[in-house]
């Protein structure tokens, strides 16, 4: 009989646990993805593809890309299928966008991908489309995506520590990297910025299929690209860099989370059409990488999840996870912050990032005069 008590206690705990804990639930989404492939912005005197009549134009999207956002689009929907309602109503959703053409068509390619119309919602049977807005703000004004708002004390610490000694050692360690670059391509390729340009084009070229020219190997595409790398992280160098961009995004991430939960907010998702910068710019300020080069159709989401007793309401808890695929179509990889596991509680996660955390961009863009 002493065995069936303690069973019987085993059991009861086990209900008990269940039913104080309940299951935990997706309260919120935000997935950051970079536009989908694009053709070059610009080029070099000495590119056999100068004159290549790019569909749409020089920066634009190309076909594949915008294939590329409507998989993404469909992608998102499958994977959280539980979470995501059928029919689109607009106060489910709210998309952003860079300023960019590219990031404002692939927000629409996305959300056709993610939404496509289905019983009442469907307008024309022979076109399974439906609308939906997509806001976005000057790229004066955004400093949750472009982040490229006007800032006086980080564009005087951008030009400081760009003649650093760790920075002057890095360029002139690439220094016959780029007298060769110079030679080949006919431009004047003086750091590490100018590389990264040079690659971009070759690189989306190559995707192409295009015949590279006879100058470029595979061993020097390499360097090129762990340069290019270099060069976006370059743009949070320091702690304070960090904060004044991905900062921003994680603030204001954070506050709507917090509306979530106190029901101020019932926006179940929010997607931001953004660039390679955005990502790179969120993750250096989590400090989850070093360097990271973006693939098109890049993928980081912020999962944020509730788990509410049953029995009386007892307890409650919130935390989120994080997930990042480098190319649309990639398995999603998991991470955490440090000092906090996978599940990462939501106040943990704010506390532990309160130095990155920015309360007024003005204020933080103060120059300091030199007494």
């Excluded at 935390?319 to 649309?328: K, L, S």
Aim: net charge neutral.
């Amino acid at each position: 009989m002493e065995w069936c008590k303690h069973y019987l206690k085993c059991i009861f705990y086990y209900i008990l646990l269940h039913q104080v804990t309940g299951e935990s639930m997706i309260q919120q989404l935000h997935v950051i993805f970079r536009h989908g492939e694009r053709a070059p912005t610009d080029t070099f005197p000495s590119d056999p593809y100068i004159n290549y009549s790019w569909s749409g134009g020089w920066g634009q999207l190309t076909n594949n890309g915008k294939l590329q956002m409507y998989d993404l689009g469909k992608l998102i929907r499958t994977e959280y299928k539980n979470f995501i309602p059928d029919l689109f109503w607009h106060k489910d959703v709210n998309i952003t966008s860079s300023y960019s053409e590219r990031c404002r068509m692939s927000g629409q390619l996305f959300m056709s991908g993610l939404y496509p119309p289905v019983g009442s919602q469907i307008w024309n049977q022979e076109f399974l489309w439906q609308p939906v807005a997509v806001r976005y703000l000057p790229r004066s004004e955004d400093t949750n995506i472009v982040m490229k708002v006007a800032c006086a004390k980080y564009d005087a610490m951008f030009k400081e520590l760009r003649q650093s000694p760790a920075i002057l050692a890095l360029e002139s360690k690439h220094e016959e990297l780029k007298k060769y670059l110079t030679k080949h391509t006919g431009s004047n390729v003086t750091n590490m910025e100018n590389v990264e340009s040079i690659y971009n084009t070759l690189e989306i070229e190559r995707l192409h299929n295009f015949t590279r020219p006879s100058w470029v190997n595979d061993t020097m595409l390499a360097t090129m690209g762990e340069l290019a790398a270099r060069n976006l992280a370059f743009y949070s160098e320091v702690p304070y860099m960090k904060k004044v961009k991905g900062g921003m995004f994680l603030n204001n991430m954070i506050k709507t989370m917090e509306n979530s939960l106190n029901k101020t907010d019932v926006t179940k998702l929010y997607l931001y059409a953004a660039h390679d910068l955005t990502i790179v710019h969120i993750l250096r300020s989590l400090n989850l990488i070093e360097t990271l080069k973006p693939g098109f159709g890049a993928t980081l989401i912020f999962e944020l999840y509730a788990i509410s007793s049953i029995l009386l309401k007892l307890f409650k808890s919130i935390y989120f996870q994080i997930t990042y695929r480098n190319f649309w179509k990639d398995t999603p990889k998991e991470y955490h912050i440090s000092q906090c596991e996978l599940s990462c509680p939501l106040q943990k996660f704010k506390s532990l990032l309160s130095d990155m955390l920015p309360t007024d961009y003005t204020k933080e863009c103060v120059l300091e005069q030199a007494s």
